[in-house]
């Protein structure tokens, strides 16, 4: 399935910030969708602000029009403030994308479980996010920092605990 760039994408000024206050928050919101939606199409969990530049999310070859490092800072900081981005390190040059929130992961997670009739059972981590079981689930393959901070939630809920199995990590459902 190949994604899909919305209309602005081929609209030269969209990627040039605009002036006016009003227009600059509908070019923002339609920037920060578009980043969410090309990393959940793509799952891409983290992001470098200097080669996001190069990508094709901000780089548009076709109309050859690229965003420039601080406009990609000022979309990267909406999207902190909209809770689906963290800063790496203090110069904010890395990222972690949150496309979809660690308590939307736990409850799709939490409803494969459920639906698998797998309520108190344990799982490693490893098994949960890159098992057979989960090959058609959408959380298979969600990286670890997004998995603990997701089963951290259900934790937290009551519907989950996190232990220690041998030298790892593992989870076990109620």
Not at 34 to 47: D, E, I, N, Q
Not at 54 to 63: A, L
Not at 84 to 108: A, F, I, Q, S
């Amino acid at each position: 399935m190949s994604f899909e760039w919305p209309w602005q994408y081929n609209f030269p000024p969209f990627f040039t910030l605009q002036p006016n206050v009003d227009t600059r928050q509908k070019q923002l919101a339609a920037w920060c969708s578009l980043a969410l939606s090309f990393c959940r199409h793509h799952k891409v969990y983290t992001l470098d602000v200097m080669e996001a530049q190069e990508s094709p999310v901000f780089n548009n070859k076709k109309i050859e029009r690229k965003l420039s490092t601080e406009a990609i800072q000022v979309i990267f900081e909406e999207l902190r403030k909209k809770g689906n981005l963290e800063w790496l390190d203090k110069n904010k040059t890395r990222c972690l994308v949150m496309w979809r929130r660690p308590e939307e992961w736990g409850k799709l997670i939490y409803h494969w479980v459920s639906k698998s009739g797998m309520v108190n059972s344990v799982f490693t981590l490893y098994e949960l996010c890159n098992g057979e079981d989960t090959e058609s689930e959408e959380f298979h393959g969600l990286e670890e920092w997004m998995l603990l901070r997701s089963l951290q939630a259900l934790q937290t809920d009551g519907k989950a605990e996190i232990i220690t199995i041998d030298d790892g990590k593992g989870v076990k459902f109620f």
